[in-house]
């Protein structure tokens, strides 16, 4: 039973760039979610929350569309240090999806 | 913020061994733990969730007289792997939260088991 379903990509991205991943939800009741990036062999560390305002942090935006069950992650001015894989999952849910990994170039 | 200290951070055990790996929260109360396992290349998979004081909920197809979880205090938590065998071998991670989750979940650095 799959809570969340990402593009595993990976997305390949100049650096500079903006680049957006989405996140699609099953169950209607969540609330708010959580974004995390894992890099590669380490524990997954907490991005940001989402809630239905959305939320923005520097070059990070999530933003929760309710209607079409997705939350959504945009990086403005990629730099190498994001490349990672990004995690979404309902904070009354802790199933983590494959995720979608990020790689920056120069 | 939060800090959830995980040990061993490695851990090379001979077959049919077991192993202990402990999930300490620092600076909170975790109430709720999770513990997870992931294979190389693939996603974190949710093994059981425990709430201090009660018996872990495992998830489907997960083995709980293999995987033995106790959280018996609202700062320790700890997840034995019994009569390990290769198949067990993976990185094996907690993450906790307080009651109101303020901080999000928050993970350990994890574990990575061998067994031989």
């Known amino acids: 039973r799959k809570e969340v379903e990402q593009d595993p990509g990976p997305f390949n991205v100049p650096e500079g760039a903006t680049v957006a991943f989405n996140c699609t939800y099953s169950?209607?009741?969540?609330?708010?979610f959580f974004w995390y990036r894992q890099d590669c062999r380490k524990e997954p560390k907490l991005l940001m929350s989402v809630y239905s305002s959305g939320n923005e942090d520097g070059r990070f935006t999530a933003q929760l569309n309710r209607a079409s069950q997705y939350i959504s992650l945009l990086i403005r001015d990629s730099k190498l240090s994001d490349s990672a894989t990004y995690l979404c999952?309902?904070?009354?849910?802790?199933?983590f999806g494959a995720g979608t990994r990020l790689t920056v170039k120069p | 913020g939060a800090v959830v200290s995980q040990h061993p951070s490695r851990v090379i055990c001979k077959s049919g061994t077991s192993v202990k790996i402990e999930c300490r929260s620092l600076?909170?109360?975790?109430?709720?733990m999770f513990w997870y396992r992931q294979f190389p290349k693939q996603s974190l998979m949710l093994m059981a969730t425990s709430n201090e004081g009660s018996k872990a909920t495992y998830e489907q197809g997960v083995e709980k007289d293999k995987f033995l979880i106790n959280h018996a205090s609202l700062t320790l938590s700890t997840l034995t792997v019994t009569s390990a065998h290769p198949e067990d071998s993976s990185f094996y991670i907690c993450s906790a939260s307080d009651a109101a989750a303020n901080y999000g979940y928050t993970f350990g650095s994890g574990t990575r088991l061998t067994v031989v």
């Open positions: 600076d909170f109360q975790a109430t709720t």
């Open positions: 169950n209607s009741a969540s609330q708010s």
């Open positions: 999952v309902p904070s009354n849910d802790m199933r």
